[in-house]
């Protein structure tokens, strides 16, 4: 364990389903901020990288659901969600306004923004920190609550980590079966040769 890992202040399972559950799913807003904090919180995300997202970096319409996500260094990664992930990331899709190329957009709504940039620009890492704070309070949450606190779930780290080993045999046997139909392919190719 790292040195700085023992001063970090977590979330408890309790708070944090309080703290993803504060966000209302009625207004757009609200689903949102819970569709942000959720990939924070479940996937892992870093707040630059939940800033950063366009709507092509999702990809729904594949066997195991994925993000595509570029980190401060440019260098690309491949993130799964969970079924609770992917069904909120659906129905974000279907209400985001569709003319705004960011996954994440700052959103006009009533008297709560998260972002005083002009509608439409990505919201900003300052944002995502003030919602955290803003849904944390909400939630009854006494401690301060940042957004690194949502990233270092250890209950996440390990259901995370088992995905990412379910996914890799969900490959690896896809690829075996690539392997075993090329192989037919080939012999039948290879006979129809020999008998001409």
């Known amino acids: 364990m790292d040195v700085k890992d023992e001063f970090v202040d977590v979330l408890s399972g309790a708070e944090l389903e309080a703290l993803l559950n504060a966000p209302s799913i009625k207004s757009i807003l609200g689903l949102r901020n819970r569709v942000v ?5 479940v996937c892992g995300l870093k707040v630059s990288e939940v800033c950063n997202l366009r709507v092509v970096d999702v990809e729904l319409d594949v066997r195991k659901p994925f993000i595509r ?3 401060t260094g440019k260098k690309e990664r491949l993130v799964f969600m969970d079924s609770n992930t992917i069904d909120l990331m659906y129905l974000w899709l279907e209400r985001k ?3 705004f190329r960011a996954l994440f957009p700052v959103i006009k709504s009533g008297k709560r923004t998260f972002g005083k940039a002009e509608p439409g620009r990505a919201i900003s890492p300052n944002s995502v920190r003030n919602m955290v704070r803003h849904f944390a309070k909400k939630a009854g949450i006494k401690k301060r609550v940042h957004p690194g606190m949502l990233r270092k779930n250890k209950e996440r780290k390990k259901e995370s980590e088992k995905k990412i080993k379910n996914n890799m045999l969900i490959v690896i046997k896809e690829l075996i079966e690539l392997k075993k139909y090329v192989s037919k392919r080939i012999d039948l190719i290879t006979e129809k040769i020999n008998i001409n």
């Open 37 to 41: 904090m959720t990939l924070m919180a």
């Open 69 to 71: 996500v570029c980190n």
């Open 97 to 99: 306004p569709r003319r």
